[in-house]
């Protein structure tokens, strides 16, 4: 969520004024780009707030899975050619590296979660998630 703060925040700041000194091709790719990035951030944050609310409980992992459908999460590259992408500002080009890095990660982490998982296996807690309810259990008894 930091990454999306510090993104809104030059987008709506000292980015939008460098976008106005770019040639028009730089200032086409700059808007390009930037929507490329809010979209990515946009993606990344719905598919944590799922992440987030099955490790709360307020929902299964067989429930994420089938909300996980309207989260579009596949790997993005940069909107323009290498050399165009060379002319947007340095702050935009970090931001755009920072979040594909992280889009990196969160493809893993869902490729992890949810590879090989059936539906049936996916309603089914995990052995870890019974003993942790286990020792759950067993400290409210006392």
Request: proline share 3%; aromatic share 4%.
């Amino acid at each position: 969520m930091a990454l999306v703060e510090e993104s809104a925040g030059y987008l709506d700041g000292a980015g939008r004024e460098e976008s106005r000194q770019l040639r028009r091709a730089a200032a086409m790719a700059y808007a390009s780009e930037s929507m490329r990035l809010t979209t990515r951030l946009m993606q990344m944050a719905s598919w944590l707030l799922l992440q987030r609310a099955v490790n709360e409980r307020e929902m299964t992992m067989a429930q994420a899975a089938s909300e996980k459908h309207r989260v579009r999460l596949a790997r993005q590259e940069v909107a323009c050619a290498p050399e165009l992408f060379e002319e947007l500002p340095q702050r935009l080009r970090d931001l755009s590296f920072k979040s594909m890095r992280l889009q990196a990660r969160i493809l893993h982490l869902d490729q992890s979660l949810f590879a090989g998982h059936t539906r049936e296996s996916l309603d089914e807690p995990s052995p870890i998630a019974r003993q942790v309810e286990r020792l759950r259990v067993a400290f409210a008894a006392h």
